[in-house]
């Protein structure tokens, strides 16, 4: 097991129907609330006004922010900043999935950043670039519509420059959301699309740690916590499919999200990330979905593995969680898997060409690849790795 520090300061409130507490919870930080949510809400805004209403009832006035998109953008974020300044924002809530929270995370800290333009905050290039991560934020709350990313409960937010077309993040622990309401009714309507790229998010998140983390074989108790958490979500999200009404499926995928990147699961495992920093390059240009891309990737991640001699964990995961020896046909399983879901597994399904692999992996070389020129994971990867693994995943 690696050294930890573990360290996470936000309170979660898991009620089902828990928005009727919203505006006592949001009262706690401030009185004057800019709400950030979708460019389209209609799919809640029944839900939104009470919520205002709520607020109003608690004193709380409210600005809104509905511009959020998928893969959300450097320079919404930054009108977001001027709006706080211009409304004297005390406290900033999130209504909507990862795009949105992590929006609302970069604008309560970009209201007192001191260090320049917010995109200083991101870690664009980790060879080149110094990211000056925020040292102070607005109080941020945070009700999640959509199980995926764990944004909720973690010290994270990931933008797309619109000027670079670069996917990166900030990593700070000033950016904690005070608390995390997650009310599993509010995601019932999520279309299943979503609902199954969310679920797979929340599975590459462990996988991420199971794979690319500490390579030994001795995680007694992280395997377990993991494998546990991973077998979770790959039994609950078939139920949730044939069920979409059913609260208590919709719940275990709820927390089962905001526990796989809030800290504690991979805490001894280290955290490198690869197979997302390849899909953040596909998310970058051709605006793929986030677990879509993590579909495409985690399988051919595997194939690429099945052939090198230090894949041990890829064996154990093999056996634990597909149930079979060979990680190729493992791999096959998981894709299987995802596809049931109608999820993407192939990039060419994003709108890849043959020609764009160079490219793309040079994106993530030029985003992701440390000064040692190669991709943090255990082991360490080389551009020509990544060319190979996005070959296998086209
Ligand atoms: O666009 P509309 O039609 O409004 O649809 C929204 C949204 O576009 C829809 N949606 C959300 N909640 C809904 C709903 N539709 C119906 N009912 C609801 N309750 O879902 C679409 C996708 O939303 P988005 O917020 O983009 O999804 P997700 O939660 O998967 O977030 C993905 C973003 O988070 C980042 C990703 O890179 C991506 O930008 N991540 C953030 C992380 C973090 N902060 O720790 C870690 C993750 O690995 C990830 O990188
Ligand atoms: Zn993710």
Known sequence: MDNFRYYNPVEVVFKENGMAEAGEIVKRYGTNALIVSYDDVSMFRDKIDAFEKDLEKHGVAVTEFFRIVA??????????VRLCIEKNIDVVVGFGGGSVLDSAKTIAAGVLYDEGDIENMFVFSHSCVIAKPPVRSLPTVMISTLSATGSEMNQCAVITNDKTRQ?????????????????????????????????????????????????????????????????????????????????????????AATMA???????????????HQMGHVLSAQYNATHGATLAAMMPAWMRFFAKRDDNARYKLFSKRIWDCDSIELAADRFEEFIRSFGVQTHISEFGAKKEDIPMLAQEVRSVSFGPDDMLGSNPKLTLKDIETIYELAF
């Open 71 to 80: 893969n959300p953008l450097m320079s919404t974020a930054r009108e977001g």
């Open 167 to 255: 996917k990166s993040y900030v990593w700070s622990d000033y950016i904690y959301p005070k608390v995390a309401l997650l009310d599993p009714a509010l995601t019932v309507g999520l279309p299943p699309y979503q609902t199954a790229c969310g679920g797979i998010d929340t599975m590459a998140h462990i996988i991420e740690a199971y794979l690319n983390g500490d390579t030994s074989l001795n995680l007694t108790l992280q395997d377990y916590v993991e494998e546990g958490a991973i077998r979770a979500v790959k039994d609950t999200l078939p139920v949730v499919f044939r069920h979409p009404d059913d609260v208590q499926a919709r719940g275990v995928m709820m927390w």
């Open 261 to 275: 990147l809030a800290g504690f699961i991979n805490a001894g495992t280290m955290i490198f990330t690869p197979m």
